[in-house]
T-cell receptor, first 112, second 113 residues
Framework: GENVEQHPSTLSVQEGDSAVIKCTYS??????FPWYKQELGKGPQLIIDIRSNVGEKKDQRIAVTLNKTAKHFSLHITETQPEDSAVYFC???????????FGKGTHLIIQP | KAGVTQTPRYLIKTRGQQVTLSCSPISGHRSVSWYQQTPGQGLQFLFE???????NKGNFPGRFSGRQFSNSRSEMNVSTLELGDSALYLC????????????FGPGTRLTVT
C-alpha cells in the first residue's frame, strides 16, 4: 500500500517568514494529494489539494508543489501569521482502492 | 451549508463493551469515510461508504464495522473494545468519493478503560 513520509515533525518560524513542509510518497499511481490543518480539539480542515496532472497550485498565502518523478510534494506558507499555528498533515490517495494515507504531521509554531 | 456532524463528541467505555458512533455528512454528499487518529499511529483509514455500499476498507480487524443509510448518514461500530481502541474517530464526507476532497467532522473521542 501507500506510504507517506512527512518532515519536519516540528517547525518554528518567525511571524512574517515563510514555512515549508515536505512529504514523499511511495505509490507511483497516487493521483490526489491534499493538505490538512488541524487545530486543538478540532477535526482536520482541508486547506489545499493538488492532483497528479498539475505541478503547482496557489491559494493566497498557501501553495503546494508536486514532483511526480521524485514522488514528493510540499506545502509553502508565506507571510506566516499567529493563526497559522497548528498541526499540518499531508496525505496521498494511492492507486488502489484505499482511502487517504496521511503523513505523521508537522507542528507549526509561529513565533511573535 | 452545515458541516459534518458527529455524535457523541466524547465517550467512555469499558474493555469488552461495544460502541456505536454516528456521522451526518454535509448535505448532498454521498460518500462517508471513517478514520482513527492516535498519537502513535496517526490518522489511519478505516473504511469508506458510498450510496450505502462499503467501497474500501483499511487494515483493521473485523471488530470494526460500519454502515450507511439511504440518507447518507453513517454509523461505525466497534465490538469487544480493547484499551488500544482509545482514539479520536473522525468521519469525513465527500461529494463523489474518497478520490476527491474530503471534509472532516470534529470527531468522537473514545476512551476505553
Amino acid at each position: 500500500g501507500e506510504n507517506v513520509e512527512q518532515h519536519p515533525s516540528t517547525l518554528s518560524v518567525q511571524e512574517g517568514d515563510s514555512a515549508v513542509i515536505k512529504c514523499t510518497y511511495s505509490d507511483s499511481a497516487s493521483n490526489y494529494f491534499p493538505w490538512y490543518k488541524q487545530e486543538l480539539g478540532k477535526g482536520p480542515q482541508l486547506i489545499i489539494d493538488i492532483r497528479s496532472n498539475v505541478g503547482e497550485k496557489k491559494d493566497q498565502r498557501i501553495a503546494v508543489t508536486l514532483n511526480k518523478t521524485a514522488k514528493h510534494f510540499s506545502l509553502h506558507i508565506t507571510e506566516t501569521q499567529p493563526e497559522d499555528s497548528a498541526v499540518y498533515f499531508c496525505a496521498a490517495r494511492g492507486g488502489g482502492a484505499d482511502g487517504l494515507t496521511f503523513g505523521k504531521g508537522t507542528h507549526l509554531i509561529i513565533q511573535p | 451549508k452545515a458541516g459534518v456532524t458527529q455524535t457523541p463528541r466524547y465517550l467512555i467505555k469499558t474493555r469488552g463493551q461495544q460502541v456505536t458512533l454516528s456521522c451526518s455528512p454535509i448535505s448532498g454528499h454521498r460518500s462517508v469515510s471513517w478514520y482513527q487518529q492516535t498519537p502513535g499511529q496517526g490518522l489511519q483509514f478505516l473504511f469508506e461508504y458510498f450510496s450505502e455500499t462499503q467501497r474500501n476498507k483499511g487494515n483493521f480487524p473485523g471488530r470494526f464495522s460500519g454502515r450507511q443509510f439511504s440518507n447518507s448518514r453513517s454509523e461505525m461500530n466497534v465490538s469487544t473494545l480493547e484499551l488500544g481502541d482509545s482514539a479520536l474517530y473522525l468521519c469525513a464526507s465527500s461529494p463523489q468519493g474518497a478520490a476527491y476532497e474530503q471534509y472532516f467532522g470534529p470527531g468522537t473521542r473514545l476512551t476505553v478503560t
